[in-house]
């Protein structure tokens, strides 16, 4: 399965890549932790991120476990961040432009482009399945990563 996500700042996705963890709304928190529950055993819940008004999506990853209901992580910054958290495996880490992927079409939002996503907002497969081979094939040597914050 795979889903949209969407910061509203990128230090917390830098902090979500030093420390292998993600949190979303309350409301984002249940789709997903719901998602990985019923898809145990059947294939890898992939999280597409990118921080609002950059233009970009900056990385991949994979949802490695449940929504952790108990954990205490104060590491996020603004005001929708809550203490429970999943584990996180990046797949990709760097900058596809939306211009390289506004041609995938979000079936499940109105025929909207996937630029046009909210967060955790499911793809359909075929959808996922574009999105990840334009991170694959695309050549950045841009990314977070590179820009010296971590």
Same mark, same amino acid.
């Given at each position: ?18 420390? $292998?963890?993600?949190?979303?709304? +309350? @409301? ?14 059947? $294939? ?8 609002? *008004?950059?233009? @970009?999506?900056?990385?991949?990853? +994979? ?30 880490? @760097? ?15 109105? %025929? ?9 907002? +499911?793809?359909?497969?075929?959808? %996922?399945?574009?999105?990840? +081979? ?8 841009? $990314?977070?990563?590179?820009? *010296?914050?971590?």
């Amino acid at each position: 399965r795979f889903f949209i996500i969407k910061s509203d700042n990128e230090t917390n996705v830098y902090s979500a890549l030093k420390w $292998g963890v993600w949190t979303s709304s +309350e @409301k984002g928190n249940l789709r997903l932790d719901a998602a990985i529950r019923s898809n145990y055993g059947l $294939g890898q819940v992939l999280l597409f991120f990118s921080v609002t *008004g950059t233009g @970009k999506f900056c990385a991949v990853a +994979e949802m490695a476990s449940t929504v952790d209901q108990e954990a205490q992580l104060s590491i996020w910054v603004g005001g929708r961040r809550g203490c429970r958290r999943f584990d996180v495996k990046w797949v990709f880490v @760097k900058d596809v432009p939306m211009s390289r992927l506004r041609h995938i079409i979000v079936a499940n939002n109105e %025929g909207r482009d996937v630029t046009h996503s909210r967060d955790t907002q +499911e793809l359909y497969p075929q959808a %996922g399945f574009q999105m990840l +081979e334009a991170f694959n094939s695309f050549r950045s040597s841009t $990314g977070m990563l590179h820009s *010296g914050q971590m």
